[in-house]
């Protein structure tokens, strides 16, 4: 059934900056993407990956270039086709997911083959700071069962940083982010370090283009596969080199790229991660669906935010939850 395309793009600003490895981010510009069919419409949000060049006007000009496409075409595999993984692809999926759900009657969560979704522990990320600025940070998390500290690859400032927070909060699941900061000939020292600290797991120590360099090389702490991997092709690849890969929607390009990726790295014996670019409910919406089927849990995206969208997903006890009504069913219909 051909459908409408129409979108529109909006400035979030965060609460604070954030700052990681060679970023900081003061604001999220995402582009909501909405088809109707003129009885149903379906939305999708994609920020895009900014260290790509994939950002909001990158997905304005995908989504232009390919409107003909994206209207005529009466499937999810199709858009796996029309559009490559980024922003556009996940913004466009997501809006076919919620169309196909009312269309059906079925929410999104059981055409994903979740039955009842459950409540999921999210880490909360701590911007990389001053060790004692971050450590009031994690003071601040009071309700927090996981905290993902951003490092920036200063290697002795980023011992004290996680030190630091974890006298202040000896209680949590501690994962580190190093967003590529690292080179190879630090790594057994970060490693040896961060164990000391009692971290459970260390995010893209290296760069993107460097991952035969960590061929063999055995940790007591799970490695994860962020900006190493981002469609399904990159997922065998891992093997022997990560022990996680991290999924995000905006990489990919959208939720069924993403369960095919995690069904994937399953069968491959790699462990499955969902994290997110900065954004709304909205986008956090389908990425929780995914987060049903995975081992780590990051969807802390509109806790940034000066003001998210209404409905929301709930934060409470240091775990997210996605109400029937923000999006994927008629429900969400009604409360838009």
């Given amino acids: 059934m051909p459908q409408t395309l129409s979108y529109r793009v909006e400035t979030h600003r965060l609460a604070a900056p954030f700052r990681i490895s060679g970023y900081v981010f003061e604001a999220s510009d995402v582009v909501v993407v909405e088809l109707d069919d003129g009885r149903n419409r379906g939305r999708g949000e994609a920020a895009g990956v900014y260290y790509l060049g994939d950002e909001a006007p990158q ?5 232009e270039q390919n409107r003909a496409a994206i209207e005529a075409c009466g499937s999810r595999e199709e858009v796996r086709q029309i559009l490559p993984p980024g ?3 996940n913004a466009v999926d997501c809006s076919m997911w919620e169309l196909e759900a009312l269309r059906s009657g079925i929410p999104a969560h059981r055409l994903a083959g979740i039955d009842a979704p459950r409540p999921l522990v999210t880490t909360f990320t701590l911007g990389a700071d001053e060790p004692s600025k971050m450590a009031e940070g994690a003071r601040n998390y009071a309700s927090a069962k996981a905290i993902k500290i951003k490092l920036t690859g200063s290697f002795e400032l980023d011992i004290e940083r996680v030190r630091a927070i974890r006298e202040a909060r000896p209680d949590v699941w501690l994962g580190v982010d190093a967003n590529q900061g690292f080179d190879r000939s630090v790594l057994p020292a970060l490693v040896q370090a961060m164990a000391r600290q009692n971290v459970s797991l ?3 120590p290296l760069a993107r283009g460097s991952e035969a360099d960590l061929e063999g090389f ?10 190493s991997v981002l469609d399904l092709a990159d997922v065998p690849g891992l093997v022997g ?3 996680v890969v991290n999924i995000k929607l905006d990489k990919c390009g959208g939720l069924t790229e993403a369960l095919l990726m995690a069904k994937e790295a399953r069968r491959l014996g790699l462990g499955v991660m969902v ?3 900065v954004g709304t409910s909205l986008a956090m919406a389908p ?3 995914l987060g049903q089927l995975c081992d780590y849990v990051d ?6 935010l000066k003001e998210d969208r209404v409905p929301s997903v709930q934060y409470s006890d240091g775990e997210i939850w996605c109400p029937d009504d923000v999006w994927g069913s008629q429900s969400a219909v009604l409360a838009a």
């Fill in 241 to 243: 080199r990560f022990q």
């Fill in 202 to 204: 260390i995010e893209q």
């Fill in 299 to 304: 969807l802390d995206g509109p806790t940034f």
């Fill in 218 to 227: 055995e940790s007591p702490i799970p490695i994860a596969a962020d900006e």
């Fill in 87 to 89: 922003g556009a692809r």
């Fill in 275 to 277: 994290g997110n670019m």
């Fill in 59 to 63: 997905i304005v000009e995908a989504l």
């Fill in 287 to 289: 990425a929780f669906i």
